[in-house]
């Protein structure tokens, strides 16, 4: 298909255009020609969208729907297009199906269940067999069937040796190590951040040291071994300080957030809403000062959804029993734009494809046109109606927004909601 964008205000600072109001043109999946008006002729779709602004396509690291195994909560055909029409044009996806994404087999099913999509499908392999943190999967193999990262989700490596070894084998082929962080014999049996609220709602706590002291346990092992390292969806103060300081000595290591550590604290748990159970927990207002503050002078690599549909009958169930997790494609970029600027909120989106070393073009003539469609100023009340998620767990509900999301056009195709 070929496309005619009118009137798109390109967000790009790699781009020559960027800050620019143009018309695009995009044939067979390249931008062939941007100018302040291009006519559409008959073989082009010309699209008009109200404040249209473009962008690289954005990226999401850390992605779960269900298949194969739990359908129920999302299938990959239908998450690619709650992606899609989110405004992102490429996910990694976690391994936690039935069976584990554990082999080159599984790497095989999910890229050619999501060939055909317009969102790139980038499998992340589990780093254990089954994700028991006994024994490491076959992470050469998985690599070379597609798979772009190893990390066993919202699973800590306890055996620091497992993690030594995993560092080692992975340098071979520059594969990418993912550690979940905490420390499950300091966890115990919480389910919320250990501090007032929860001592008030008695609900048992997390406390912030067992996710800082295992990313000190692996920014230690990382140090020795060499190799990169990835720690995904960190959430407290010390964490930051912690990885900071890592960059600072040289260590190849890189980090995320969740929008949802960024933006909510555990004061939302008074309702127990269970919603908001998540993992990490959400923590408080200190933290999310102290990520805001690491994401801004570049501690915190990107951000991500963290998106993991729930069914109903595994969330709408006592908080003790009630699964952790919450959808967050939709609401991610509205959340984002809503707390920083446009231009801070794109690059978070999309800076972490240079990590997972996934190709990525700038707006200009001759490039492949992989594009994210949005509105960055329109204000609004995020309600379920805008979950268009199989399961509605989203902790977002009821909270502001700030801008829309149209879709995408990739792959010489576009998706719009």
């Given at each position: 298909m070929n496309f005619l964008l009118k009137a798109a205000t390109v967000i790009d600072p790699k781009s020559p255009f960027h800050r620019q109001t143009v018309d695009i043109l995009i044939e067979n999946g390249i931008i062939t020609d941007i100018n302040t008006t291009i006519k559409a002729s008959d073989h082009v779709e010309e699209v008009t969208l109200d404040n249209l602004h473009i962008s690289q396509g954005w990226f999401d690291s850390?992605?779960?729907?269900?298949?194969?195994?739990?359908?129920?909560?999302?299938?990959?055909?239908?998450?690619?297009?709650?992606?899609?029409?989110?405004?992102?044009?490429?996910?990694?996806?976690?391994?936690?199906?039935?069976?584990?994404?554990?082999?080159?087999?599984?790497?095989?099913?999910?890229?050619?269940?999501?060939?055909?999509?317009?969102?790139?499908?980038?499998?992340?392999?589990?780093l254990t067999i089954q994700s028991k943190g006994i024994d490491m999967a076959e992470l050469y193999d998985m690599q070379q069937a597609g798979a772009i990262a190893f990390g066993d989700y919202k699973k800590a490596i306890q055996n620091p040796n497992l993690l030594k070894i995993a560092l080692l084998y992975a340098q071979n082929f520059g594969g990418l190590v993912l550690s979940f962080p905490q420390e499950n014999n300091i966890a115990g049996k919480g389910m919320v951040n250990e501090e007032e609220q929860s001592t008030l709602l008695g609900l048992k706590g997390i406390p912030a040291l067992a996710e800082e002291l295992q990313i000190a346990r692996d920014l230690f092992l990382l140090e020795y071994t060499g190799g990169t390292l990835h720690i995904p969806t960190i959430s407290t103060a010390k964490s930051v300080e912690l990885i900071r300081d890592a960059k600072a000595k040289g260590l190849q290591v890189s980090c995320s957030t969740t929008v949802h550590h960024l933006t909510l604290t555990d004061k939302e748990l008074v309702t127990f809403d269970t919603n908001y159970k998540?993992?990490?927990?959400?923590?408080?207002?200190?933290?999310?000062?102290?990520?805001?503050?690491?994401?801004?002078?570049?501690?915190?690599?990107?951000?991500?959804?963290?998106?993991?549909?729930?069914?109903?009958?595994?969330?709408?169930?006592?908080?003790?029993?009630?699964?952790?997790?919450?959808?967050?494609?939709?609401?991610?970029?509205?959340?984002?734009?809503?707390?920083?600027?446009?231009?801070?909120?794109?690059?978070?989106?999309?800076?972490g494809k240079s990590i997972f070393k996934i190709e990525s073009e700038s707006i200009e003539k001759g490039n492949k046109a992989d594009l994210s469609l949005f509105s960055p100023m329109d204000e609004t009340t995020f309600t379920e109606e805008h979950v268009i998620s199989s399961s509605k767990n989203s902790a977002f509900i009821g909270k502001s927004i700030k801008g829309t999301p149209y879709g995408i056009i990739a792959k010489g195709k576009m998706i719009l909601k």
């Open positions: 850390s992605v779960s729907f269900g298949e194969p195994g739990y359908e129920e909560r999302e299938t990959i055909d239908h998450g690619l297009q709650v992606a899609a029409k989110s405004g992102f044009t490429a996910i990694a996806l976690h391994p936690n199906t039935f069976p584990i994404t554990d082999n080159s087999t599984s790497v095989g099913f999910l890229k050619g269940k999501s060939q055909n999509s317009a969102v790139s499908l980038y499998p992340i392999g589990a998540v993992l990490p927990p959400l923590r408080t207002q200190k933290d999310v000062n102290a990520l805001v503050k690491g994401i801004k002078d570049g501690t915190i690599d990107m951000i991500t959804s963290d998106h993991q549909p729930i069914d109903v009958e595994h969330k709408k169930v006592e908080f003790d029993h009630a699964k952790y997790g919450t959808t967050g494609l939709e609401s991610a970029f509205g959340t984002l734009n809503n707390i920083l600027d446009i231009e801070q909120t794109i690059a978070l989106l999309t800076r």
